[in-house]
């Protein structure tokens, strides 16, 4: 069911089979099933584990760290420096010292990235890059547990979750610790 490249699959798990999980779980009930019985169980087993293993990760590893790649092809340090704050979970703020010769070049990547950090001249040549607060909580184990959380619930409450998860239930309770990452692969 994900026989697409990474990103496809992520795709297709946030845009199309999330929200029809979440409807079926609504919506069988009234048919006189329920997401419990095949083929409806299988299908659900892979999409949460699926979400878990891509989208969770653990408290140590985020299977989706910022795609904010810089577009430096002049292998500067600084660049290197930058990529290196925006792959940070934790850090909200650091201060650059580009050479006078990079200067121009590294605030037109600042730029570029506008949409996930800002920066500030702090005293001459020195700049201080900002992640917006979207970004920064959007990468964060508690942001990603917290929307774990919420789709499970939307699902069903921890007995249904067990019973859906069978024997994998227990990793299941081990990642949202953010001990380890879940270990997917697909059941057909
Ligand atoms: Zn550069």
Request: aromatic share 12%; glycine share 6%.
């Amino acid at each position: 069911m994900w026989n697409a490249g990474r990103d496809d699959a992520l795709k297709k798990l946030m845009l199309y089979y999330i929200p029809f999980t979440i409807g079926l779980h609504t919506h069988l009930p009234e048919l006189g099933t329920s997401l419990l019985l095949p083929p409806f169980a299988t299908f659900a087993w892979n999409v949460i584990g699926y979400y878990l293993s891509q989208v969770l990760g653990s408290k140590t590893h985020n299977p989706r760290p910022s795609r904010q790649m810089l577009l430096c092809n002049e292998h500067c340090s600084t660049c290197a420096s930058l990529q290196e704050l925006l792959e940070q979970l934790y850090v909200p703020v650091q201060d650059f010292c580009p050479s006078r010769k990079t200067q121009e070049h590294f605030i037109d990547t600042i730029y570029e990235l506008g949409d996930f950090i800002s920066f500030t001249e702090v005293t001459g040549g020195r700049l201080r890059v900002v992640k917006h607060w979207d970004f920064l909580n959007s990468n964060r184990w508690e942001s990603r547990l917290k929307q774990a959380r919420d789709f499970l619930k939307s699902i069903g409450d921890d007995d249904f979750i067990e019973q859906l998860m069978g024997n994998r239930f227990k990793d299941l309770k081990v990642a949202l610790e953010g001990k380890s990452r879940y270990n997917y692969t697909a059941y057909e």
